[in-house]
């Protein structure tokens, strides 16, 4: 095993992008995986190929569309709408069942024939969804089956897993990537790469966490003057 090197499940957005950067500090060499899994917006496979390239790391893509057509969910069938509210008592419509479980399996078995153990994702507990596959009792429960069902030691790492949007913000600061993560990125649910749409449940997030981390770091800097 090549404990030097990690694996990033890489979708082009605010928060794996984080997590690239945060494994490139982190790791002596990384390389990133991304999904075509009959996403709507195939252009964010574009982009983080482009975010890969500029960020000097390995990338790749495998092709797990089958996915999109298991259940019905509106990022990746054109005929639903989105919901913009989180709907009471239940998910959005935005929940892709088993995503991370597939993303990450492929991702494990991908990484094994490589020798590679360490796999990084970008998921979090605290965003404003709680999709079960972003928790962290799944995340450890699957790193725990992926160890027994190929005997390897995998370790699982979610830099993001107790960060708000804002504190995802301050460590992509941290990292002196915020412009990149800010500009480059594309996170939003229809598609508009940096900024997005505005309006989307993702853009919402991601915008709301942006004004408060740079309110905060604002603040800071004028108590230091
Ligand atoms: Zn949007």
């Known amino acids: 095993m090549n404990k030097e090197t990690a694996l990033v499940v ?3 957005g605010q928060d794996s992008t984080t997590c690239l950067f945060w494994a490139k ?10 999904f075509l899994y009959g996403q709507k917006h195939q252009k964010e496979v574009e ?3 482009a975010i890969a390239r500029r960020a000097d790391v390995g990338f790749d893509t495998m092709d797990i569309s089958f996915i999109g057509s298991l259940g019905h969910n509106s990022l990746t069938d054109p005929t639903i709408a989105m919901d913009e509210q989180q709907p009471h008592g239940s998910y959005p419509n935005t929940f892709v069942p088993g995503r991370n479980l597939f993303f990450l399996s492929i991702a494990a078995v991908y990484a094994r024939e490589r020798g ?13 969804s709680g999709y079960p596959d972003c928790r962290d009792a799944f995340i450890k429960s699957l790193n725990v089956t992926l160890n027994l069902a190929m005997d390897e030691q995998f ?8 960060l708000d949007k804002a504190e995802t913000w301050a460590l992509a600061d941290s990292l002196g990537v915020l412009d990149v993560v800010r500009n480059d990125t594309l996170t939003c649910y229809n598609g ?7 309006h989307c449940p993702a853009c919402k997030l991601r915008r709301e966490g942006l004004e408060k981390y740079l309110k905060i770091k604002e603040a800071k800097e004028s108590s230091e003057k």
């Open 155 to 162: 370790v699982v790492h979610t830099p993001l897993m107790w």
């Open 192 to 198: 508009i790469p940096g900024d997005g749409c505005g």
């Open 47 to 49: 982009l983080a190929a």
């Open 116 to 128: 590679i153990n360490h796999i990084v994702t970008g998921v979090s507990q605290t965003d404003f």
């Open 10 to 12: 890489f979708s082009g």
């Open 25 to 34: 500090q982190t790791f002596k060499q990384v390389h990133t995986l991304s």
